[in-house]
């Protein structure tokens, strides 16, 4: 269910998976490094936050605009079977 180009926010576990190519998955922090707010988009190739305009790559969830000071933290994800899994 993550598209390609784009990505989930899955904010009960305030983790984001992203798909920037075909078949290549990446999973961040979905808590945003400038003030701890959830990410609440990702459109246009970044990660958006909602409370100051925040925006991370999907590549790699670097800082792509601020205010935020870091990148999202990344987080290790495998794809069997077509299922994504943490670890």
């Known amino acids: 269910d993550v598209p390609v180009g784009g990505g989930t926010i899955l904010a009960d576990k305030k983790i984001v998976i992203t798909q920037p190519q075909s078949g290549t998955f990446h999973a961040f922090s979905a808590v945003c490094t400038h003030a701890g707010c959830t990410v609440g988009s990702v ?22 605009s601020g205010p935020a000071p870091s990148p999202l933290g990344k987080i290790s994800v495998s794809v069997k079977g077509g299922k994504i899994t943490l670890g």
């Open 43 to 64: 459109s246009s190739g970044t990660i958006n936050c909602p409370c100051h305009g925040s925006k991370f790559s999907i590549d790699d969830g670097s800082v792509v």
